[in-house]
T-cell receptor
Framework: DAGVIQSPRHEVTEMGQEVTLRCKPISGHDYLFWYRQTMMRGLELLIYFNNNVPIDDSGMPEDRFSAKMPNASFSTLKIQPSEPRDSAVYFC????????????FGQGTRLTVV | AQTVTQSQPEMSVQEAETVTLSCTYDTSESDYYLFWYKQPPSRQMILVIRQEAYKQQNATENRFSVNFQKAAKSFSLKISDSQLGDAAMYFCAYRRFIAGGTSYGKLTFGQGTILTVHP
């Protein structure tokens, strides 16, 4: 398996633009997590899904952020409109529940909003 | 809600020496998993070691071992014979167990500790 795949690796956008980050989890994994990493706040859990259903989105900072998982092999995190303070590295991770609890991370997307 | 605290923003160690990274967590649950992840400059998150809460024996992976104190809610990582390649940010993480099932849910991380290894 290729592991968790995130795209793009880097994204530079202007304030006010819509940004969509994409994630393909490891095949067969039933949990998917979105994290945001900044120097100030560390690694924050934004939202996680179980079997494509959002379980906890309490970490989503504002209504400008939304996440979807239309099927078991794809998830998106959207920011609309984007702001400079959204600049961070966004990670997607997936894992199996019940059998092995290790979360496997993608390479992350470095987002810069100017 | 579960919280994970790493009180050491930065640590340093001489090559070949031993260093211990601290982690405490807050939970009311009795079943859970604890992890240490390593994030080198490449940004890739790498699992270092895991501990099941129901196991009293401390986990060990080669030069990495943990000191798991369940009553104190403490989970420290010891790195023996430190190597230059151990330099990274280390994250402690907690994963809850969903009662009544066999699933594991929310995965929460601490703030991280930057480890520097001096030659």
């Amino acid at each position: 398996d290729a592991g968790v795949i995130q795209s793009p690796r880097h994204e530079v956008t202007e304030m006010g633009q819509e940004v969509t980050l994409r994630c393909k989890p490891i095949s067969g994994h039933d949990y998917l997590f979105w994290y945001r990493q900044t120097m100030m706040r560390g690694l924050e859990l934004l939202i996680y899904f179980n079997n494509n259903v959002p379980i906890d989105d309490s970490g989503m900072p504002e209504d400008r952020f939304s996440a979807k998982m239309p099927n078991a092999s794809f998830s998106t995190l959207k920011i609309q409109p984007s702001e400079p303070r959204d600049s961070a590295v966004y990670f997607c991770a997936s894992s199996l529940g019940g059998v092995g609890t290790e979360a496997f991370f993608g390479q992350g997307t470095r987002l810069t909003v100017v | 809600a579960q919280t994970v605290t790493q009180s050491q923003p930065e640590m340093s160690v001489q090559e070949a020496e031993t260093v211990t990274l601290s982690c405490t967590y807050d939970t009311s649950e009795s079943d859970y998993y604890l992890f240490w992840y390593k994030q080198p400059p490449s940004r890739q998150m790498i699992l270092v070691i895991r501990q099941e809460a129901y196991k009293q024996q401390n986990a060990t992976e080669n030069r990495f071992s943990v000191n798991f104190q369940k009553a104190a809610k403490s989970f420290s990582l010891k790195i023996s014979d430190s190597q230059l390649g151990d330099a990274a940010m280390y994250f402690c993480a907690y994963r809850r167990f969903i009662a009544g099932g066999t699933s594991y849910g929310k995965l929460t991380f601490g703030q991280g500790t930057i480890l520097t290894v001096h030659p």
